[in-house]
């Protein structure tokens, strides 16, 4: 029995970097597409957005014009969304890549419908290039796209285990949230998603589980039901 059947993950690009901090790492990529697989095996609806920080984020392009420095960024969560596809397939897991600006070559141009047929037919589905549109991150793109297919919950993969009052790397006071409301939040300035994406969440309704991806069984603990990191309501 499993609490979720629709599930929207929001992976970092930096989750599949491991220990390199940059790039993408086999092995680190291989420990999360096997919990995935396991979501997989117990018939959970498993969608993907995946971020492109482990090559670039748009905001760092300090010297470049913005929209430039955005399509980058969305060209480096394409790349993160070929290698989970690769890997998921590697282990028997039918994946589709769709991305919100078309690259046919390489993957399905999004469209709602479409993603959706796939989910219903099993198959894992990894939105790439965020919302296709400069100016809005891939957590908005997460938030976006859990509305869309009509998600039921998005999992949250974080380098932290959950919410905290403060980031507990510099502040060893900083108290962690069992459950928290997106309102909190965003009065809070807490640095959970950015504003747009929590206010998404907000007024659709979607809850929200943070969790550390460190250990990436962490996933299939939640959807079992297991209290793991925060949520947010």
């Known amino acids: 029995m499993v609490k979720y059947k629709k599930i929207l993950l929001k992976l970092s690009g930096e989750a599949l970097a491991g220990d390199k901090k940059t790039g993408i790492d086999p092995a680190t990529v291989s420990n999360i597409c096997e919990a995935i697989k396991k979501l997989h ?21 300090y010297t470049m014009e913005r929209t430039t420095s955005d399509y980058m960024g969305m060209l480096a969560t394409t ?35 479409k993603a959706i047929r796939h989910l219903e037919k099993n198959r894992v589905v990894i939105f790439g290039a965020g919302t296709g549109n400069p100016f809005f991150t891939t957590d908005t793109a997460a938030a976006l796209r859990a509305a869309e297919i009509g998600a039921e ?3 949250l993969a974080k380098t932290i285990d959950g919410v905290y009052s403060a980031d507990p790397k510099k502040d060893k006071t900083a108290e962690k949230y069992d459950k928290i ?8 300035d807490l640095k959970v998603m950015d504003s747009t994406a929590t206010s998404l969440c907000r007024d659709n309704n979607i809850p929200l589980v943070v969790f550390g991806i460190d250990e990436p069984e962490n996933m299939v603990k939640i959807i079992e039901g297991e209290n793991i990191g925060t949520i947010v309501e």
Do not use: C, H, S
């Not at 095996?41 to 392009?61: L, M, Q, Y």
């Not at 409301?181 to 809070?188: A, E, G, H, S, V």
């Open 41 to 61: 095996e117990k018939d959970v609806r498993v969608a993907i957005v995946v971020g492109g920080g482990n090559f670039w984020r748009g905001r760092d392009g």
């Open 79 to 113: 790349i993160n969304a070929l290698a989970l596809q690769e890997a998921l397939e590697a282990k028997g897991v039918q994946t589709r890549v769709q991305t919100a600006i078309e690259m046919r070559e390489i993957a399905e141009p999004y469209i709602k419908r």
């Open 153 to 155: 919950v998005i999992l």
């Open 181 to 188: 409301t997106y309102l909190d939040i965003l009065n809070k």
